[in-house]
Nanobody, 121 residues
Framework: QVQLVESGGGLVQPGGSLRLSCAAA????????ADWYRQAPGKERERVAR???????NYLDSVKGRFTISRDSAKNTVYLQMNSLKPEDTAIYYC???????????????WGQGTQVTVSS
């Protein structure tokens, strides 16, 4: 059964950088489009970045100019490069992805277990 696996989180000081990864595991799944979400304690989950199948991107206003979503088709992995991190970026980050499975079906996979990002001095 295919599922998404997020990784790359950690503890970083304000102003620092992290790169999150989102990969499909368990079965063949070719990612065409993806979203990164985050959920901070006591807050609702929000979408921070979207990658369309065309390659176009869209970002939450608060992360524009600091975060970049990208895709490595050869590795079938989606990334979220996060620069100039702020304490308010602290959250669990999740990805979702739309793609093609081993049977040629288009499916959308929702988030995996997430990866914790903590921005603190």
């Amino acid at each position: 059964q295919v599922q998404l696996v997020e990784s790359g989180g950690g503890l970083v000081q304000p102003g620092g950088s992290l790169r999150l990864s989102c990969a499909a595991a368990g079965s063949i799944f070719s990612i065409n489009a993806a979203d990164w979400y985050r959920q901070a304690p006591g807050k609702e989950r929000e979408r921070v970045a979207r990658l369309y199948s065309s390659g176009a991107t869209n970002y939450l206003d608060s992360v524009k100019g600091r975060f970049t979503i990208s895709r490595d088709s050869a590795k079938n992995t989606v990334y979220l490069q996060m620069n100039s991190l702020k304490p308010e970026d602290t959250a669990i980050y999740y990805c979702s992805a739309t793609g093609t499975d081993a049977y040629g079906r288009t499916r959308t996979l929702m988030w995996g277990q997430g990866t914790q990002v903590t921005v603190s001095s």
